[in-house]
């Protein structure tokens, strides 16, 4: 398509229009890859319009998502990859709707730069598009804004919101969980997009080798393990909520176990978890001997290799964990429900 709009003086001023309509036509091959039976229009709209299937639903209910990728995107910049950051935007939006049981219909993004550089933009976009692929979303619209004097010229931000569905019927809610019940850790793959800021402090990043191969690493470089995406686990625990009744779920983020699992504990109940179990990841290791930093500490700041913990009753476990692993996931027991009126974690 041909744009006739353009501006000399807002040029002048460091904001690209013609750029802005480039970075549209690159991005639309990614999203077209998103589209799924809701889609009901092409970017460049004002709105993005989604018709959802409410088949055999009695009541649904929305559940929304919002979360950006922080300061990983700092990796980004200094590796000069920008094709893998938009998957961390959606995984970190869509992991928290399906919490709550909801299959995620649609996602936005939005990208704010210094410099509307389209070809940057398109990767960024397809990384998104790529996200949205994995969690069955689509890619209905977004918003990039070039922003010169207020972002470097080499730098981004990169924000997105996911809407997802479920029945009011199927909600998880925690109501159901009981003494007894299972603690299934499902595998992260990596530091996902959390604790970035105690990493590069823990690194140096911006003086570090980012590139070189290192054994403590499995052969990865560090730029290459902490740029690893942060995993989707949307399709698999879709699969095993059509089979196992799931009495609660977590989205291990910033703040680690302490913080995220007992947002899954209903009062009166606590999670006890066997830090022996917990298979912690290479990456975790090099980072607490590298910075020093006590083993609370780490459990309290990252994922330290669970992604996601799910509850189930006991009788479901073996169930679950075959669902899990037929799904493609590494899933395995760290802990199970206890009874305790002061805590809703504890590490053992």
Known sequence: ??????????AAAGVDITAGYRAVELMKSHIAK???????TDIGGFGGLFVPNLTGMKTPVLVSGTDGVGTKLKLAFLM?????????????????????????????????????????????VSGVAEGCVMSGAAL????????PGFYPVDEYDLAGFAVGIVDKEKVIDNKKMKEGDVVIALASSGVHSNGFSLVRKVFD????????PLPELEGKSLGEALLTPTKIYVKPVLALLK?????????????????????SIPDGL??????????????????MKTGNIPEHDMFNTFNMGVGMSIVVSAK?????LEILKNAGEDAYVIGKIIKDENDKIKLI
């Open 1 to 10: 398509m041909e744009y006739k709009s353009n501006s000399e003086s807002y």
């Open 34 to 40: 998103t589209q799924n039976e809701g889609s009901t």
């Open 80 to 124: 000069d990859k920008h094709d893998t950051v938009g998957i961390d935007c959606v995984a970190m939006c869509v992991n928290d709707v399906i919490c709550c049981g909801a299959a995620p219909l649609f996602f936005l993004d939005y990208i704010a730069c210094g410099k509307n550089v389209p070809e940057k933009i398109a990767d960024i």
């Open 140 to 147: 209905i619209g977004g918003e990039t804004a070039e922003m």
């Open 205 to 212: 990043v911006e003086k570090a080798d980012l590139k070189t």
């Open 243 to 263: 089979e196992v009744e799931v009495k609660g779920i977590s989205h291990i983020t910033g703040g680690g176990f302490y913080e995220n699992i007992p947002r």
């Open 270 to 287: 606590c999670a006890e978890i066997n830090k022996k179990d917990v298979r912690v990841l290479p990456l975790f290791n090099l980072i």
């Open 316 to 320: 479901d476990v073996d169930k679950a």
